[in-house]
């Protein structure tokens, strides 16, 4: 989700930096865009893996809302493939982050709210090992 959001601001930028005769932006919005595609595949893979096999009764008893957060997911990364929306993929690490603090906490451990070390620097969950 992180490498989506990052794809929409080099795609955002590029188009204010360029102009739309140059070979050299397609080039760059091309791979910007495989890029972003790419991750919200693997992403929607990765969640449909702990949604299916990690997930049982019990976390479905003690978070009711894992289904919600999970289909949510799949539709957020579905809009953020589709455009280029800020909007939507920020709303996709907000559903992401919430699905790991579930996560976390079916195993017991603490998350906290960190700014990534690297760009687009936004808030991120991290277990507390």
């Known amino acids: 989700a992180l490498t989506m959001l990052r794809m929409v601001d080099l795609i955002e930028e590029t188009a204010k930096n360029h102009g739309v005769q140059d070979i050299e932006y397609f080039n760059s919005m ?3 865009v495989a890029v972003k595609e790419e ?3 693997r992403c929607k893979e990765e969640v449909v893996v702990i949604w299916g096999d990690y997930f049982k009764q ?3 008893d003690q978070f009711p809302e894992i289904h919600d957060v999970c289909h949510r997911i799949m539709t957020l990364c ?4 589709q455009a280029v929306d800020r909007e939507h993929t920020m709303g996709l690490i907000e559903k992401v982050n919430r699905l790991a603090e579930i996560f976390w ?3 017991d451990i603490s998350t906290k709210r960190v700014i990534c070390p690297y ?3 936004v808030e ?6």
């Open 78 to 81: 579905s809009q953020a493939k």
């Open 39 to 41: 991750h919200g595949r």
């Open 30 to 32: 091309a791979r910007f």
């Open 105 to 107: 906490a079916t195993k």
């Open 124 to 129: 991120v969950i991290y277990p507390v090992l």
């Open 119 to 121: 760009p687009p620097s």
């Open 58 to 60: 019990p976390q479905f």
